[in-house]
């Protein structure tokens, strides 16, 4: 099929990738040229495991164009794709939505299009796409109806995994109020939900992986689904933070008690590691826009905003561990592991490092810091902050009075302990996401003190 995708961040280039991989002719567009230039020359702007590599191979179904002419109007399917940051309101910014939908209805011809919200979008948006789209397509022609339906096609993929999660999700939500929106999306991931693809060699298919459930709703629920199931993620790391926090002063570990009531199956194990908390560019803007909408609504979502508090609260846990331990914060060198906010992704947006380096930096300490991949995108969007990046993980301990585990990058797991210790004023470690082996680093000498 022929298919437009309109904006190439994360979810747009992903799904464009994805797409053409599997057999679709796809046209990514991006209003912003030189990123059209650098992605037609192979040239990935963000950090995701084998994103170049599959785009290597779905190259030739793959088109990198900044022109709506040349992209809308032979589309069978177009994707929204495009940001909705956060205002200081916590609803999202539409401006680019609304440009995006403009813009698609002064090229769409008369053929049946469906219009695919992807972009996370408040609830109603797709009836206000829909009438964007019509507004623009009657400006410019008015003697033949527009042919055309909006869909709302939520992405669920995380960042770091996001190839994994587009071939082989959980589900596909589709909500459509016209059926012939959903034929066109049936057909478009039919690969997907019969598995009938060649997996990449360096993606296999997992094998509990064989069909993939397709919900199939109304737009309003379909746009539901996805601020309620990144809001009920939060508010699992959230909880298990909670508890922690009473681990701690009852003297229970956080980390069996994440397993033993992720065990049971009503519960299950995942998003259930206690640590800093949740960042990145989704929880937190989705969890305000959810309450946003209810309260244009009348409604208080006291669930979602206490998620949200004690997400705060476990930044500011990193700060009174610290005073527990050093007494005096003032003057200290404190270094940081890990920027990102997640492992295996250069995505610093609502990175918990961010905020805690200025906490520190506040309080007077010098603070340094390593990360294998985010360290270059740290010093160029913070070069004033103060934070002095070293090029390796053992240099971060040089004079340090302590180390804090902020991004569990698998290679952390396994540094000389001994040697970093010894390169330490003193060997304390705040293992910020309960990732190191606490044995292992007491045995190296260290103090070693969990973040719940
Ligand atoms: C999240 C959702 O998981 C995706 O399903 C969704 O599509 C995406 O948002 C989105 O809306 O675009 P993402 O933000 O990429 O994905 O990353 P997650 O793996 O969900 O991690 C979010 C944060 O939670 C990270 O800072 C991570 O360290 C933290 N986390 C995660 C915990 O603190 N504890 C956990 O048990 C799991």
């Not at 963000?46 to 170049?52: A, F, R, V």
């Not at 909408?293 to 705060?312: C, D, F």
Request: hydrophobic share 40%; with cysteine; proline share 5%.
């Amino acid at each position: 099929m022929r298919v437009a995708i309109i904006g190439t961040g994360y979810v747009g280039l992903t799904t464009g990738v994805c797409l053409a991989f599997i057999g679709h002719s796809v046209y990514c567009l991006d209003t912003d040229e030189s990123k059209v230039k650098a992605l037609s020359a192979g040239k990935i702007p963000i950090y995701e495991p084998y994103l170049e590599e599959l785009l290597e191979e779905a190259r030739p179904n793959l088109h990198f164009t900044s022109s709506y002419e040349e992209a809308i109007p032979d589309a069978e399917v177009v994707f929204i794709a495009v940001g909705t940051p956060p205002t200081p309101s916590g609803a999202p910014n539409l401006e680019y939505l609304s440009q995006a939908a403009r813009s698609i209805g002064q090229h769409m011809n008369c053929k049946f299009t469906v219009v695919v919200n992807k972009s996370t979008v408040p609830i109603g948006s797709g009836n206000w796409v829909g009438s964007l789209l019509r507004d623009a397509y009657e400006q410019r022609s008015t003697d033949r109806k527009l042919e055309s339906a909006v869909a709302s096609n939520p992405e669920f993929l995380r960042e770091g995994s996001a190839l994994h999660d587009s071939l082989y999700p959980d589900r596909i939500v589709i909500g459509a109020d016209e059926p012939r929106a959903l034929e066109v999306l049936y057909s478009l991931y039919r690969p997907i939900l019969d598995q009938t693809f060649t997996a990449p060699t360096y993606l296999p298919r997992p094998e509990s992986v064989g069909g993939v459930p397709l919900l199939s709703t109304d737009l309003a629920s379909a746009e539901l689904i996805k601020y309620a199931a990144n809001a009920f993620l939060a508010l699992k790391i959230s909880f298990i933070n909670e508890i922690g926090m009473l681990a701690g002063r009852v003297g229970a570990n956080i980390s069996e008690v994440g397993r033993g009531i992720g065990l049971d199956s009503r519960i299950g194990p995942r998003f259930l590691n206690a640590g800093i908390g949740w960042g990145g560019s989704c929880f937190g803007k989705d969890t305000a826009a959810l309450l946003a909408t209810a309260a244009e609504y009348g409604l208080h979502m006291p669930i979602v905003e206490a998620a949200r508090v004690v997400n705060k609260r476990q930044r500011d846990r990193v700060v009174e561990k610290l005073l527990a331990e050093l007494k005096i914060l003032k003057g200290r060198t404190i270094g940081l592991l890990g920027l990102a906010f997640k492992p295996n992704t250069d995505d610093l947006r609502e990175a918990p490092a961010v905020e805690i380096a200025q906490k520190l930096i506040d309080r007077g300490v010098r603070v340094k810091a390593h990360d294998p991949i985010a360290r270059h995108r740290f010093q160029a969007d913070h070069p004033n902050m103060g934070v002095q990046i070293c090029e390796r993980a053992t240099d971060v301990a040089e004079g340090c009075d302590a180390l804090v585990l902020i991004t569990e990058w698998n290679e952390y797991r396994d540094l000389e302990w001994e040697e970093i210790g010894k390169r330490m004023r003193q060997p304390l470690i705040l293992d910020g996401r309960l990732a190191l082996d606490g044995e292992k680093l007491e045995r190296a000498g260290f103090r070693y003190v969990e973040i719940s």
